[in-house]
Each structure stands twice: as structure tokens, then as C-alpha cells.
């Protein structure tokens, strides 16, 4: 090894064990701040190594399109951090961007010192890949006779942490083994007819609709790349190739459809995930909610958007607006979960850093497209035009899967993209020894970015693991030692769980518990000010307000969390209690009503009798029909009857007042005690027509 490879070598060790790096028994997010802390470190020892050896640098390095392109994205990061609500995601996102960026131009230069260690990243990234596959078709074998079971296709996720994440990077991995093909050596060639077989054969198992569109538009783009320069390719040598792409691509989905559908439980058909796509707006189901919950978190980002034109939210922070602008109907309206991006990598950077943000971000992608074309259309060498022919189609690729899901999350995925860019950068962009000079100047101030992101890293480190210990304790209810470990997992750097729940929330969460409700209370607010339109913080802290007998300040506490999920369950019930102690059942009613029904929760069945108790015997009161009343009277008091009432109520949007009225004259006209006529009277009366 000579010293001039150091750096290659270094660069490739990272990317190869990437995939093996993961703290999943010490932190919440086993793999995201492991795997970037690596990459830093791994970069900072090649810069040091640059500004030691004297190395010179060629400057059109940073004055090409996409590196200005690049630099553009990453400063509107760092600016959009003096806007931001949560200081320390803004800043774990700028570290994640800093990240990216150093990996494009540290492989960039190191191609374009040695342009042989250009196919040497190939094989790397491929041999890294392999390990991806290999992990994910031993947990395929591992789930072989419940393929078919509803949720057990995310149990496949190989080191990606989620099927779709581990599907988008199975992806990106399909153009190196592609370049890996062009190898004249005939194992090279093998392992990337295996790779590239096993690949597609996980993408269909695991029914990753998103790459699944990104491969069909990638595909179309290679095969009309190709036949608008066929000629310069030989027609016997398209053909062979587009034959050899056709069918690794059929035997692909006939082996993986084959072991979905062959499986006796169907809730994993293939055909109803695809089916989901063109009728989600007339079926309900798992396939079609899962459309229909992005073209909500799409169409409340446009509306974040419109309040934040110019400069956005700030980085990291759409999950802190997001809520605003009202989770009915979504998963999260009940707490369970809190979205954590748009699932459109567009709008996240269209609203978290203004236009220019989002321009900056295409711009990259554009000009690694354009790049990619330019080299297929005018290099000479034709296996260097078919190596950036197929980088385009990777960077493309990752545009499509962009457009549905957050691949710039994850740390793997901008690597993996990193070496794409720099791939094509470097065949296109051509360097001369007059442009060259001493690299220390520029490197300086890089090396002090990638001290500051080491930093930020390892803090999120210490403070996710403390996270994890404390919310261990919660799920035994040790309160004294959540309160303990998560004070300390509270920083600057990191303030929030990976879900975006303020920690200083599970403390007084625990103390409220342990009756220190004025203590409860001053973490509650400093809760609503981390993030201000999470629901739990504003029903805890109006609950805390109502014990503490502050109860206007609850009040508008709990409004303020039904304005952002209306059917959210703990704040109705709190409303319930504010509205009961004051006398005023009308509007406790109302708000149980509201409610989304929970037949497990002790809280709501007791509102659920007294209630409609109270409604019965108001109902009861005005009523003179005597067969009509011994209903009511019937209906006190039951329960299981009620909750199924309410719950059939939501799902055919009535109140539950008119569901218990069309319930009972149901009841009446079916037992013959009402005819047709009296029913129809009946029914007009109580509102039902």
C-alpha cells in the first residue's frame, strides 16, 4: 500500500462495515448516530492526512455545478438555524448534511487523484451491499412460513432498521453491481449477477411501492439513454443487455412473488399492494391508508409552506409545525405516534428551508443527471459513459424514491448517494495541474466542522443512552430513576426523544406520578416550549393545571390540543371533567361525543355511563311514547352496548345522541311496536333524516 492510497483505504474501510455498525441494546436509534459518528471520524483522519502530506487540491473541484449546488444546500442549513424552534434537531440535521457533503468531495478527490480507485469504490460499495443482502435473506428464510402475515414483511429490514429503508438502499446498490458487471474478471461478473438477482428478489418480497415505481422509471431511462445512442453501441450488444436486464428482472419477481403468494395467509398480496395504488380513494384497507396518510401529511406541508415562504422552519424542525395544522383522521391524532417527516423529501426541504432550499436540493440532482447524460453522450470510453449512465440512473432513482419517502434520513443512503454524485462528478468534470493548489486552506476550516459534528455526535450519544435507560424505568414504573436518567439525557444537543417527545416530558410525566405536581408542572411548560404542538405536553400540562386548581390555563390548554387532533381521547376526557364540575353536561357530552371511543379505558367507560345516564334521562323526561322510553330505560347503564354505539356512530359520522336514538326506534320498528310511518315521524324528530 502506498501512501498516497491511505485515504482510498480509509474511505472504503468506513464504507464497507457501515452496514455492520449498530448500538441497538444501548441507544433508541441503534444505528443513526453510530454509523455517523464512523463516517466523521473516518473523514476527519483523511482530511488530516491531506493537510500533512502537503496534498494540492484542483479547484474546479468546488466550482463545478453540483459542488456549488452542494455547498448552497448545506449553508442554507446552517442559516436556517437562527429560525428554528428545537435548536438541537436543527443542528443534528446540519451534521447529517456536513456529512454527505465531506463524503462527495472527499471521493470526488480521491477519484480524481487516482482515477483507477474509481471501479475500487465500486467493488467496495458492492461488497458492502452484499452484507445488506445477506442479512435480509437470512431473516426472509428465518420468516418463511409467515411471509403472508399482516406486519411481517417489516421484520425484513436487514440493517436499514425498516423494509422500505432497507428496500431504497437495495436501490442504490443495483448501479455498482451494475458498473461491477462491466469487470472483465468472470467472478466480478457473478457477484454482480447474484447481487443484483438477490436484490430485486428482497425489493418484491418486501413490497416497497416507492422503489418499485423508481425502478421502472430508472429502467426506462437506461433503455431510452441507450437507444438514442445506439449508435455508437452495437445492435448484437444492446440487445444482449437489455435481454440479460429483462430477464434477471422477471426471474427476480417470479421468485419473489412466488414466495408471498405461496404463503396460506394472504394479507401480503402482491396484486392488492398494487391494486392500492389507482383505487385508494374508494377501498379502505392497510395498502390504500398508507396513500392516503401521505397525501395528508403532503397537503398540510403545502399549508406549512405557505406560512413559511422564504426562509421555511428551519432544519429538522417540520415535526415541531407540522401538528398545527390539524391530525384528524391520521395516526397520530390519538398520540400513539408523531410523524416525523412528510414522507416527501421535496416538501420537507421546501418547507424546513424556503424555496432556495428546495432549488438547492433538485439542483443536485439535476446536475448529476445531466452530468451522467453528457459523459454517455460524448466520452470515447465507452465502459466509463455505461459507469455514469448507471450512476444517473441510481441518482434518478433515489429522486423517485424521494418523492415518497425520506431516504436522506438515513445515513447509508447518503453515503451510498455521496459516491454516486462523486462518481459522475469526477468523469465529467475535467481537471488540469494549472488549476492546482495547496489544499491546508481549504481543509481548515472543514477539519473544524468535522470536530464540531464529532462533538454534537458523541453529546446525542450520551444523551440517547441515558434516554433509553430512563424510558426503560418507565415501562417498570420506576419513576425516581426516569426522573434521574432522563435530567441527565437533557442537553443542549439533544432535547428531544427520536419521536420528537420533549424529555423533560417523561419527567414530569413521573412526577405527576409521585404527586410533585408543581415540579410536574415546570416541566410541562418547559415541554411546551421544546415543542410547543405536541398533544401529550398540552393535555399534561393542562391536567396539571387543572389539579393545581389553574383551571382557565387548562382549559386553553386541552382547546389547544383538540384544535390539532379534534378525536384525541385524553384531552376529551379532561374537557369531560372541566365541564362536569362546573354542572355543564351539554358540554361534556359534547366532548365525549367527540371523542374517539376506547372501550379499554377506565376514564372513558365511566364518562361513557354517566353521560348518557344523564342524556337517557333527559331523553326519558321529553318523551311520552311509553314503549319508546322502556328502551331507553333498557339501554342505561350497558356498557359494552354503549361503546359499541359510539364506535359505530364515528364510523358512520353521527353523534352519539342520534346513534342511541336510531338504535332504539330501530329497535322498536323491528319488534313490530312501531310501524313504518310512526318510525319515519320518529326519526325526523331526533334529527336522523
Known amino acids: ?201 428482497l425489493i418484491v418480497i418486501v413490497q416497497s411501492r416507492a422503489v418499485w415505481v423508481a425502478l421502472i422509471i430508472s429502467g426506462n431511462f437506461l433503455l431510452f439513454a441507450t437507444l438514442i445512442n445506439a449508435s455508437r453501441e452495437t445492435r448484437k450488444g444492446l440487445f444482449k443487455m437489455v435481454g440479460g ?38 377501498v379502505k384497507n392497510e395498502h390504500t391508508e398508507t396513500i392516503n396518510e401521505r397525501l395528508a401529511l403532503w397537503k398540510n406541508s403545502i399549508e406549512l409552506f405557505k406560512d413559511h415562504p422564504i426562509s421555511g422552519v428551519g432544519a429538522g424542525n417540520w415535526r415541531f409545525h407540522f401538528p398545527v395544522y390539524g391530525m384528524r383522521g391520521l395516526r397520530s391524532e390519538q398520540g400513539a405516534i408523531n410523524f ?121 450519544f450520551q444523551s440517547e443512552r441515558f434516554c433509553k435507560n430512563g424510558l426503560e424505568a418507565r415501562r417498570v414504573n420506576n419513576y425516581n430513576m426516569v426522573i434521574k436518567q432522563l435530567k441527565r439525557a437533557n442537553t443542549f444537543w439533544y432535547s428531544v426523544d427520536p419521536m420528537a417527545t420533549p424529555l423533560t416530558w417523561y419527567v414530569g410525566e413521573a412526577q405527576y406520578l409521585i404527586k410533585k405536581e408543581k415540579e410536574a408542572l415546570a416541566n410541562f411548560e418547559a415541554s411546551a416550549t421544546i415543542h410547543p404542538n405536541h398533544i401529550h405536553v398540552l393535555n399534561n400540562l393542562g391536567s396539571t393545571y387543572f389539579k393545581l386548581g389553574k383551571e382557565k390555563e387548562a382549559y ?39 371523542a374517539m371511543p376506547d372501550s379499554t379505558n377506565h376514564r372513558y367507560t365511566l364518562f361513557l355511563n354517566e353521560l348518557t345516564g344523564f342524556y337517557l334521562t333527559k331523553l326519558q323526561a321529553a318523551e311520552s311514547n311509553e314503549p319508546l322510553n322502556k328502551v331507553f330505560e333498557s339501554m342505561r347503564g350497558n356498557i359494552d352496548w354503549l361503546a359499541k354505539m359510539h364506535y359505530k356512530a364515528k364510523s358512520e359520522n353521527m353523534s352519539l345522541q342520534q346513534r342511541i336514538a336510531d338504535d332504539a326506534l330501530y329497535m322498536l320498528k323491528s319488534t313490530r311496536q312501531m310501524d313504518e310511518t310512526q318510525y319515519q315521524i320518529f326519526r325526523m324528530k331526533y334529527g336522523l333524516q
Not at 425484513?156 to 431504497?168: D, G
Not at 429483462?246 to 395467509?265: K, P, R, T
Not at 379534534?566 to 354542572?583: D, E, G, T, V, W
Open 340 to 460: 416525523q417527516r412528510p414522507h416527501n423529501e421535496y416538501l420537507g426541504a421546501l418547507t424546513e428551508l424556503g424555496v432556495l432550499g428546495l432549488v438547492s436540493f433538485l439542483a443536485i440532482f439535476i446536475l448529476g443527471i445531466y452530468y451522467a447524460i453528457h459523459v454517455w453522450r460524448k466520452e470515447t470510453d465507452r465502459e466509463k459513459a455505461r459507469i455514469a449512465l448507471l450512476a444517473g440512473a441510481g441518482i434518478l432513482g433515489f429522486m423517485v424514491i424521494a418523492f415518497f419517502d425520506f431516504p436522506s434520513e438515513r445515513i447509508l443512503h447518503l453515503c451510498s448517494l455521496a459516491v454516486l454524485l462523486a462518481i459522475v462528478a469526477a468523469l465529467y468534470v475535467q481537471t488540469d495541474e494549472k488549476h492546482d493548489t495547496i489544499a491546508s486552506p481549504f481543509l481548515m476550516p472543514s477539519i473544524l466542522l468535522t470536530l464540531c459534528c464529532l462533538f454534537v455526535s458523541f453529546q446525542r
Open 1 to 201: 500500500m502506498n501512501k498516497r492510497s491511505l485515504p482510498f483505504y480509509i474511505i472504503s474501510f468506513v464504507l464497507m462495515i457501515l452496514p455492520l455498525v449498530a448500538m441497538r441494546s444501548t441507544l433508541l436509534d441503534g444505528v443513526s448516530i453510530p454509523r455517523a459518528f464512523l463516517v466523521l471520524l473516518g473523514m476527519l483522519f483523511v482530511q488530516l492526512f491531506f493537510v500533512f502530506s502537503k496534498e494540492k487540491i484542483n479547484t474546479r473541484l468546488f466550482t463545478s455545478g453540483i459542488s456549488l449546488a452542494l455547498c448552497s444546500y448545506l449553508i442554507l442549513h446552517f442559516i436556517s438555524l437562527f429560525q428554528v424552534v428545537n435548536i438541537a434537531e436543527g443542528i443534528w440535521q446540519c451534521v447529517k448534511v456536513m456529512l454527505f457533503v465531506q463524503c462527495f468531495f472527499l471521493v470526488f478527490w480521491i477519484i480524481e487523484r487516482d482515477r483507477s480507485s474509481l471501479i475500487d469504490f465500486v467493488k467496495v460499495m458492492s461488497c458492502a451491499a452484499l452484507l445488506i443482502i445477506v442479512s435480509g435473506l437470512n431473516e426472509t428464510i428465518q420468516l418463511w412460513n409467515t411471509l403472508g402475515d399482516n406486519k411481517a414483511l417489516y421484520l425484513i429490514n436487514s440493517t436499514a432498521e425498516h423494509k422500505n429503508l432497507m428496500a431504497s438502499i437495495l436501490f442504490l446498490a443495483l448501479p455498482f453491481f451494475g458498473m461491477l458487471f462491466l469487470e472483465k474478471k468472470k467472478y466480478w461478473k457473478a457477484i454482480a449477477v447474484l447481487g443484483i438477482l438477490a436484490s430485486l428478489i
Open 556 to 594: 386553553a390548554s386541552f382547546e389547544k390540543a383538540l384544535k390539532i387532533a379534534p378525536q384525541f381521547l385524553n384531552a376529551n376526557l379532561n374537557l369531560c371533567a372541566y365541564y362536569a364540575k362546573q354542572n355543564n353536561l351539554e358540554k361534556a357530552m359534547h366532548h365525549l361525543d367527540q
Open 245 to 282: 436486464i429483462f430477464i434477471i428482472c422477471l426471474l427476480a419477481a417470479l421468485v419473489g412473488g412466488y414466495m408471498i403468494e405461496q404463503q396460506d395467509n394472504h394479507q401480503n398480496k402482491i396484486r392488492d399492494r398494487i391494486s392500492a395504488m389507482y383505487n385508494f380513494k374508494d
